[in-house]
């Protein structure tokens, strides 16, 4: 009877206990998990219009040199940008 209430006491105790260590590991994970996409989310942004200024600036000079039309510049470098994509995306399903 004693030994009954004492297991139940020990066992609330230690169930008790790996919850509060389970909440708390979550609890960091979440953090850490938060903290990098945020840092992730704001360097593909600036890279994103890092790379649209390029493009653009690209595209205004590449008719200069060639002797086309600015539209078909823009035609040319999204092409391009479309290749790239699915020989990329080609290589990282093999």
């Known amino acids: 009877?004693?030994?009954d209430e004492?297991?139940?006491i020990i066992k609330s105790e230690?169930?008790?206990s790996v919850s509060k260590l389970t909440h708390d590991n979550l609890n960091i994970n979440v953090d850490h998990i938060k903290s990098t996409m945020k840092r992730n989310l704001t360097i593909s942004g600036l890279l994103g219009?890092?790379?649209l200024f390029l493009f653009l600036g690209v595209a205004?000079?590449?008719p200069?040199?060639?002797g086309i039309s600015e539209g078909t510049a823009f035609f040319l470098i999204g092409f391009g940008l479309i290749?790239?994509?699915f020989i990329y995306r080609a290589g990282a399903t093999t």
């Open 49 to 51: 219009i890092g790379l």
């Open 6 to 8: 004492i297991l139940k």
């Open 83 to 85: 290749v790239v994509a």
């Open 1 to 3: 009877m004693i030994k």
């Open 64 to 66: 200069n040199f060639i």
């Open 14 to 16: 230690v169930s008790d």
């Open 60 to 62: 205004k000079i590449i």
